[in-house]
């Protein structure tokens, strides 16, 4: 198994945990030359902040653990492909490139789509402005999703 997938599948874990805990499923880890060095779970659910997305919070405890705002050669692992939000902040962050392991249409049938937010602002879901990788992780759109609240703003 790739370095690659065995991050995305930790992300996968932290999505599907924080799903049990009654957040949205989605996690995300940030890593720095195939080394881990930040992981966080959407917790808008439980914080009540609209911008508290898996992606977000990742980048947020690289920084703090780096001491930089920079994050130039991370890569970063997504449950799910990033919100136009997360995706403006790894692009202004640095991030080298992304991996996730569910798309918008998978995501789609649970309300947890970002694919409106990138219509509403008209940006394309490709191109990219930096590599976006599916990967295959073993864990099902259902598995990870299943019963997922859905509603306005339920994406990532």
């Known amino acids: 198994m ?4 065995s991050l995305l599948r930790e992300a996968v874990r932290l999505a599907q945990a924080n799903r049990v805990r009654g957040g949205r499923p989605f996690g995300a880890v940030l890593a720095l030359g195939g080394e881990r060095i930040a ?4 917790e808008i659910v439980h914080s009540h902040d609209p911008t508290a997305h898996a992606e977000m919070q990742a980048l947020r ?3 703090r653990h780096l001491g930089r705002p920079r994050l130039d050669g991370c890569v970063v692992y997504a449950s799910g492909h990033p919100c136009p939000m997360c995706l403006a902040a790894m692009v202004m962050g640095g991030v080298q490139a992304v991996y996730y ?3 918008n249409d998978d995501a789609a049938p649970y ?3 970002s694919a409106a937010a990138y219509a509403a602002l ?3 879901l490709a191109p990219r402005p930096l590599p976006l990788t599916r990967v295959e992780t073993g864990v099902t759109a259902q598995q990870l999703y299943g019963d997922a609240p859905a509603g306005p703003g339920a994406a990532a």
Do not use: K
């Not at 790739?2 to 997938?5: E, M, N, R, V, Y």
């Not at 992981?39 to 959407?42: A, F, I, L, Q």
């Open 61 to 63: 405890a690289a920084s």
């Open 111 to 113: 309300g947890l789509s």
């Open 2 to 5: 790739s370095d690659h997938t």
């Open 122 to 124: 008209r940006l394309p």
């Open 39 to 42: 992981s966080g779970v959407n």
């Open 101 to 103: 392991a569910f798309d």
